[in-house]
C-alpha cells in the first residue's frame, strides 16, 4: 500500500500504487496483493516505523490516506507533525470531491498546544501553501487520553453520519505521531487508547495508520506489532543507485509475509 511520492499532495490510493509496485517483489507478490485487498475490504490498522527521514513518513501518510480519486474522508490526530506536513498529506481541494471541510478533520493533541491550521502559528510556514483555514481542528488538552479517544470517536460517527454509512476504506484516519504521546505518557495509557481507537477504526472498516519513528527492530515496535494488522516498514535508499529515494516493506504476522522492499 505505496505511500506516493513526498513531492505530491495526497499520493497514490494505497493499494492501487501498490498493485502495480508488489509485483517487483520476487517472493509472496501474489500473495501479498490478495492480503492489500482484505485488508481494504475489511479495514485495517497500520503501524508504520521505521529509522527514517521525517519527510518519508509525511509521504508514507499520504499514500495511506488516499488521493483525490474518489470521495474520502480524513481524520488526522496529530500531536507533533507540523502544519507543513499536514498539508503535503492531503489532496489538492481543487481536485478532490466533496467540500475539503466537510470531509477532513483535524484534532490536535500537539504538547505545547500550538495550531496546525493557522499560518500566524508557523511564521515559517507559506500561508499561500495551505488549504486548511476551512478545516475543522479540534484542540485537545487531555492528562489521560480519554479526551484525545473521544474526539477521535466523535469525528468518526460524525463521518459516518454524513456518508449515510462509509464504505469500506472510505474514512482514513492517521495518528502522527506516537512517539510523542510515548514521551507525556505511561506506555500503559497509551496502549489503552491504541486499543480503544484501533476498536472504532475496525468498526467503521475504515483505514487507520500510526507513525512511529522507530526501527522496525526496536523494542517497543515489536511489543506494539501485535496491535496493528501489519507493520509498514519504510527506509530512505540512494536514489543514484536505485532510482528513487525511499522504499517500504510490509510485515503481516497473521498471515506469517514479510514483503521484500520496493520503492515508496
Not at 38 to 47: A, D, F, P
Not at 97 to 108: D, K, L, M, W, Y
Not at 233 to 256: F, G, L, T, Y
Request: with cysteine; hydrophobic share 35%; net charge negative.
Amino acid at each position: 500500500m505505496s505511500a506516493g511520492s513526498s513531492d505530491s499532495r495526497g499520493g497514490n490510493t494505497g493499494s492501487d500504487a501498490a498493485s502495480s509496485e508488489a509485483d517487483t517483489a520476487s517472493d509472496g507478490g501474489e500473495r501479498f496483493l490478495d492480503v492489500l485487498r482484505e485488508l481494504k475490504s475489511e479495514g485495517c490498522n497500520l503501524l508504520v516505523v521505521g529509522d527514517a527521514p521525517r519527510q518519508l513518513f509525511t509521504a508514507a501518510s499520504a499514500g495511506l490516506l488516499g488521493g483525490a480519486d474518489e470521495r474520502r474522508y480524513r481524520l488526522l490526530a496529530v500531536t507533533d507533525a507540523s502544519p507543513q506536513s499536514v498539508v503535503e498529506r492531503l489532496p489538492d481541494p481543487e481536485e478532490m470531491p466533496g467540500e475539503f471541510a466537510e470531509t477532513t478533520e483535524i484534532v490536535n493533541h500537539a504538547s505545547p498546544p500550538r495550531s496546525v491550521v493557522s499560518a500566524d502559528d508557523a511564521a515559517d510556514y507559506p500561508s499561500e501553501l495551505s488549504p486548511l483555514g476551512d478545516v475543522s481542528e479540534r484542540r485537545v488538552v487531555d492528562p489521560q487520553l480519554a479526551g484525545l479517544q473521544a474526539e477521535l470517536a466523535e469525528s468518526m460517527a460524525a463521518f459516518n453520519r454524513h456518508a449515510g454509512g462509509l464504505r469500506p476504506a472510505q474514512l482514513r484516519v492517521c495518528v502522527d505521531s506516537l512517539g510523542a504521546l510515548f514521551e507525556h505518557y505511561d506506555e500503559d495509557v497509551v496502549r489503552r487508547c491504541l486499543q480503544v481507537v484501533t476498536g472504532y477504526v475496525s468498526d467503521y472498516r475504515a483505514m487507520g495508520h500510526y507513525v512511529l519513528a522507530e526501527p522496525f527492530g526496536s523494542e517497543r515496535v515489536q511489543h506494539l506489532a501485535d496491535t496493528f494488522d501489519a507493520v509498514v516498514e519504510i527506509r530512505a535508499v540512494d536514489s543514484a543507485k536505485r532510482n528513487h529515494d525511499a522504499e517500504e516493506r510490509w510485515h503481516v504476522s497473521s498471515r506469517d509475509l514479510t514483503t521484500e522492499w520496493f520503492p515508496l
